[in-house]
C-alpha cells in the first residue's frame, strides 16, 4: 500500500533508531518543501534563506551528536540539471556541516553496474533492516512511497552498500567538481 507524505514521515521516524540512508536519482523534484528557494538559487541570489532550514539543520545537529546517523547518496549523471546543482550549494553543504554524510555516486566515472541504482530509484533504508521505494511523477512530483518487504530488502541493502562504497564524500567531490558550481557572473 502506497503511503502519502504525512504517512511516510511516520513510517520514517518509526524506524530510524540508528542509521538513515536517503538514495536520490532524478535530475529534479517537485518539492513544496523547497519553497521559493529553488527559483531564489535561478535567479542568482547569493545564499539560501538559513533563517528557514534551521528547524532542519537543528534536527540534523541534534540526532547526528545523539547518534543517529543520517547519510544521503547522491546519484548524478553530469551535465548536472539546475536542480542537482541547487541541491549541492544550497542543500548538501549545509546538511554536512550539520551532521549529515553525504556522498555523491558520479556515474560518468564509476564502474559499469553502478547505475542499477537508476533502475531502483529512490528509496530509503533505515537501519539497514526496513526500506521505503519512493515514486515519482515525469515532473518530479513525489506520488507515493511503498514499504518493501522482505525478501526484497535485500536488494536495497545491496543497492546501498554498493552506492555508499562507490560514492565519494560530497566534500570532496564539490571541491574537485567547481565546473558544476554556478559562475561568478550568475551570484
Known sequence: ????????????????????????????????????????????EPEPDRAAKTAWLDRLRTDTESGRVWRRLRVVQPPLTDYVRYSCE??????????????????????PGSAILLGIRDFYLLDDVHAAAMSYDRTGA?????????P?????RTAARVGWQLGEPFDHWWKRHPEHHRSPGTR
Open 152 to 156: 526484497f530488502v535485500d536488494v536495497y
Open 1 to 44: 500500500m502506497a503511503m502519502n507524505l504525512r504517512e511516510l514521515g511516520a513510517f520514517l521516524t518509526e524506524r530510524h533508531t540508528h542509521d538513515l540512508l536517503r538514495v536520490e536519482t532524478l535530475g529534479s523534484y517537485a518539492s513544496t518543501s523547497d519553497g521559493a528557494e529553488f527559483d531564489r538559487y535561478r535567479a542568482g
Open 90 to 111: 544550497w542543500g548538501y553543504t549545509d546538511n554536512a556541516a550539520a551532521g549529515e554524510q553525504v556522498r555523491v555516486l558520479d556515474l560518468s566515472v564509476s564502474p
Open 142 to 150: 513525489f506520488t507515493g512511497a511503498e514499504p518493501i518487504t522482505d
